[in-house]
């Protein structure tokens, strides 16, 4: 298991911008595929963002596309989630997780249970 602790939440208006970030600990940082996910009140899980191991590749929620950007220094141990022009709807609980399979990363179905750990999370709240 890799420990993650997500920072950089907050309150911003309608089209500001917050990078998210996800310091990992206790294992080999670039064995993982890491992804980004958001839950609403009420509602599921959703990935937003996840990138390969050494972030050659990328996955984005159509929500998101053109206007988020995930990025990994796996020197650092950290994963980032760069979030412009956000709208209301973006308003969640934003959570890093970290997926150790191997099989490729195009194909996926970027579920909840394919990823075995969790940060705690941190609130991103877009006032209109």
């Known amino acids: 298991q890799v420990q993650l602790v997500e920072s950089g939440g907050g309150l911003v208006q309608a089209g500001g911008s917050l990078r998210l970030s996800c310091a990992a600990s206790g294992r080999i940082f670039s064995n993982y595929v890491m992804g980004w996910f958001r839950q609403a009140p009420g509602k599921e899980r959703d990935v937003v963002a996840a990138i390969s191991w050494s972030g050659g590749y990328t996955y984005y929620a159509d929500s998101v596309k053109g206007r988020f950007a995930i990025s990994r220094d796996n020197a650092k141990n950290t994963v980032y989630l760069l979030m412009n022009s956000l709208k209301p709807e973006d308003t969640a609980v934003y959570y890093c997780?970290?997926?150790?399979?191997?099989?490729?990363?195009?194909?996926?179905?970027?579920?909840?249970?394919?990823?075995?750990?969790w940060g705690q999370g941190t609130q991103v709240t877009v006032s209109s």
């Open positions: 997780a970290a997926d150790t399979r191997t099989i490729p990363f195009y194909g996926r179905s970027w579920s909840r249970p394919d990823f075995g750990s």
